[in-house]
């Protein structure tokens, strides 16, 4: 894992996103791959507004010159080997266009201050449809600890080995990993066997098993993080429709909305 890639647009979110992004670039002495985005409009059928299409796109191709003339300085200080790559498009599919040689992506979970942009749609759609693992991170974070308490959400199925898979170069640079086995009943491959393959990359790894008999799992996983002070999650991104709302599983789809760190979720 060397190549990092972050989405950069003038919105709520892209402090977080650079921030954190900056950050897992150095902790792997990788490179980070700026896309600005500038957004089309949403698409319309009525002529009036059709005829107005050039000038909002206009509008936001300036915008983001200007956030780039913003953002370029800050880079040049951070010592960070970058580059950057100007596109118009929506956010989603201006990413997987972007990624195909990056190893990560960074976007937000969901924007908790405003809906526009749908950074929970983009996230979603991006770690369904890009084949890569991406980190997902909440509007106040304003740092990534690759070197802190990691901790996995464990539920045996195949999108849960994928993460774990990915993510083994950040779970080697963690202090502390911890894998969080919460039973609903429908383990297929058990926690122990996640601990070993770790241990077989250097990484040693605590159980931690609760039930959800009481709460259901995304509380379970929720409650944890908070109490184990986790620096991050890592989680497969569930699902098997052919929607990408719908591809995104229950406890995926909560934690896109509500988890208070920066998330490593792969399909």
């Known amino acids: 894992m060397k190549n990092v890639l972050v989405l950069l647009h003038d919105d709520a979110g892209q402090e977080a996103r650079f921030q954190c992004a900056l950050d897992l670039t150095r902790a792997i002495d990788g490179h980070l791959t700026c ?19 050039a000038t909002l796109i206009a509008d936001e191709q300036a915008a983001e010159r200007a956030n780039r003339a913003r953002m370029q ?35 937000n979970r969901q924007l908790d201050s405003t809906s526009y942009p749908d950074m929970f749609g983009t996230a979603g759609e991006v770690v369904v449809k890009s084949g890569k ?17 990691a901790m996995v ?13 990915a993510a083994v170069p950040l779970l080697q640079l963690a202090d502390r990993v911890t894998i969080l086995e919460v039973d609903d009943g429908s383990i297929r491959v058990p926690a122990f066997e996640a601990a070993e393959y770790l241990s077989r990359h250097g990484v040693k790894a605590s159980l931690l098993q609760r039930s959800s008999g009481v709460d259901i799992p995304s509380t379970v996983i929720l409650d944890e993080l908070e109490e184990m002070t986790a620096s991050y999650l890592v989680m497969g ?23 208070p760190v920066p998330l490593f979720l792969a399909h």
């Open 73 to 107: 300085p800050r880079l040049a200080d951070e010592e960070v080997g970058y580059s950057w790559i100007d596109v118009t498009g929506d956010l989603a599919s201006s990413l997987r266009d972007a990624a195909a040689i990056s190893d990560i992506l960074v976007v």
């Open 35 to 53: 896309v600005d985005v500038a957004m089309l409009p949403v698409a319309v059928e009525d002529y009036g507004v059709f005829a107005s299409t």
């Open 237 to 259: 991104g569930f699902g098997h429709s052919r929607m990408v709302e719908a591809m995104i599983g229950g406890v995926t789809r909560r934690m896109l909305r509500e988890c």
């Open 133 to 149: 693992p991406v980190l997902a991170v909440p509007e106040t974070a304003r740092r990534f600890d690759a070197f802190g308490h």
């Open 153 to 165: 959400a464990w539920d045996g199925s195949r999108e849960a080995e994928a993460a774990l898979r």
